[in-house]
Nanobody, 124 residues
Framework: QVRLVESGGGSVQAGGSLRLSCVAS????????MAWFRQTPGQKREEVAA???????RYVDSVKGRFTISRVNANHTLSLQMNNLRPEDSGMYYC??????????????????WGQGTQVAVSS
């Protein structure tokens, strides 16, 4: 059974930095895709950054140049370094992963497993 456990998050002033981490368990290899999503009340969940099973990444335009997604396959860990945070980055951040373990991160990739979420609050 796949399980995702997030850590990090918190409150910070605009311009500050935070780092999120997610540890996955239940996989037999590391070629699944992982991603960070965020959601604010009343809004659709949005993919912020994603990492394929083979090293490629993608970012939503609003975070390019400020956020960096990284992954350590040996311990099934995904991280998101968030710099120069803005109030509009606030929200609940979720770690997600695919069921498929040969994941190339196609457009519209479906993520099957989700963490419990960690809150990020950026004040102006």
């Amino acid at each position: 059974q796949v399980r995702l456990v997030e850590s990090g998050g918190g409150s910070v002033q605009a311009g500050g930095s935070l780092r999120l981490s997610c540890v996955a368990s239940g996989y037999s290899n590391a070629n699944y895709c992982m991603a960070w999503f965020r959601q604010t009340p009343g809004q659709k969940r949005e993919e912020v950054a994603a990492f394929s099973g083979f090293g490629t990444t993608r970012y939503v335009d609003s975070v390019k140049g400020r956020f960096t997604i990284s992954r350590v396959n040996a311990n099934h860990t995904l991280s998101l370094q968030m710099n120069n945070l803005r109030p509009e980055d606030s929200g609940m951040y979720y770690c997600a992963a695919t069921h498929g373990t040969w994941c190339l991160l196609r457009p519209g990739e479906v993520f099957d497993y989700w963490g419990q979420g960690t809150q990020v609050a950026v004040s102006s």
